[in-house]
């Protein structure tokens, strides 16, 4: 199994940063794909592949940053310039590799960290 465990949400108000974290443990051997949801909207925020490749939500483009640490199993969501409508909870994903030999991939999810941004 594989553990997925957030930190960093909060409350924060408009124009405001705040960091979340996301770090995978348990049966990994390698992990394809890392990114973050948030459900108020129901939309991909961001994600980034093992190799760098990033895509975000045109609402998010020039104020998120996402970035991950291939080593500690971990990614980063870097939220600047925030505003109430990115209330909401956020959630890690992400896509394991569980051994060299599967081939499948296996989806995971976290628990959510809640961010609220005030006016």
């Known amino acids: 199994q594989v553990q997925l465990v957030e930190s960093g949400g909060g409350l924060v108000q408009a124009g405001g940063s705040l960091r979340l974290s996301c770090a995978a443990s348990?049966?990994?051997?390698?992990?394809?794909?890392m990114g973050w949801y948030r459900q108020a909207q129901r939309e991909l925020v961001a994600a980034i592949t093992s190799?760098?490749?990033?895509n975000y939500a045109d609402s998010v483009k020039g104020r998120f940053t996402i970035s991950r640490d291939n080593a500690k199993n971990t990614v980063y969501l870097q939220m600047n310039s925030l505003k109430p409508e990115d209330t909401a909870v956020y959630y890690c994903?992400?896509?394991?590799?569980?051994?060299?030999?599967?081939?499948?991939?296996?989806?995971?999810w976290g628990r959510g960290t809640q961010v609220t941004v005030s006016s």
């Open positions: 348990g049966s990994i051997f390698s992990i394809k794909l």
């Open positions: 994903n992400a896509v394991v590799l569980r051994s060299p030999v599967n081939v499948n991939e296996y989806d995971y």
């Open positions: 190799g760098g490749s990033t």
